[in-house]
T-cell receptor, first 115, second 117 residues
Framework: ETGVTQTPRHLVMGMTNKKSLKCEQH?????MYWYKQSAKKPLELMFV???????ENNSVPSRFSPECPNSSHLFLHLHTLQPEDSALYLC??????????????FGSGTRLTVV | AQKITQTQPGMFVQEKEAVTLDCTYD???????LFWYKQPSSGEMIFLIY??????QNATEGRYSLNFQKARKSANLVISASQLGDSAMYFC??????????????FGKGTLLTVNP
């Protein structure tokens, strides 16, 4: 248990489905992140929330919609996905703007398969 | 230009031997932090070790040590006495200190380490 909990661990969805990924942390962190990890590709930063405000959106398609209702929770809403969206989605949290010696704490990820 | 470069897509090591995983970085920021993470096949990213740009000594955490050569901009991870459980993907990452983006952690492509019995 890392302190960052992601649910579900595995998800299979059709291209017309709507689903949500959930991330929760109780580490007192105030920044949260969504990363996408595809096979044989580096980790891609998708979204960053700092102090509950979205501060970065790295050209992610609109079929991915993040939501951060408070500093402990982060969601990724999915709709009309494509097979190439199949990947491991990792959530992480950290202290924002508290110096470079703070890394991230990651969740265990949601392995998403789009069929 | 890539900020973090890991040139070894895969590495093999015999159990109980030491192995070095390479990482070079690129930044003009005088203040930065370097991190190594381990990712087993289960997917979770596990923090291993941290080195700050102003740290005078190389970081160590148990069997992990970081060979920090600032002038060469390299931060290699050394794993001593390898164990079968060390088989995993290893990522080098950097967090830069200047500006509003200092929360951002940039990752390399990773090195897949296989420990042979």
């Amino acid at each position: 248990e890392t302190g960052v909990t992601q649910t579900p661990r595995h998800l299979v969805m059709g291209m017309t489905n709507k689903k949500s990924l959930k991330c929760e942390q109780h580490l007192g962190h105030n920044a949260m992140y969504w990363y996408k990890q595809s096979a044989k590709k580096p980790l891609e930063l998708m979204f960053v929330y700092s102090l509950e405000e979205r501060v970065e959106n790295n050209s992610v398609p609109s079929r991915f919609s993040p939501e951060c209702p408070n500093s402990s929770h982060l969601f990724l809403h999915l709709h009309t996905l494509q097979p190439e969206d199949s990947a491991l989605y990792l959530c992480a949290s950290s202290h924002a703007r508290q110096g470079v010696n703070y890394g991230y704490t990651f969740g265990s990820g949601t392995r998403l398969t789009v069929v | 230009a890539q900020k973090i470069t890991q040139t070894q897509p895969g590495m093999f090591v015999q159990e109980k031997e030491a192995v070095t995983l390479d990482c070079t970085y690129d930044t003009s920021d005088p203040s930065y932090g370097l991190f190594w993470y381990k990712q087993p096949s289960s997917g979770e990213m596990i923090f291993l070790i941290y080195q700050g740009s102003y740290d005078q000594q190389n970081a160590t955490e148990g069997r992990y040590s970081l060979n920090f050569q600032k002038a060469r901009k390299s931060a290699n991870l050394v794993i001593s006495a390898s164990q079968l459980g060390d088989s995993a993907m290893y990522f080098c990452a950097m967090r830069e200190g200047r500006g509003g983006s200092n929360y951002k952690l940039t990752f390399g492509k990773g090195t897949l380490l296989t420990v042979n019995p």
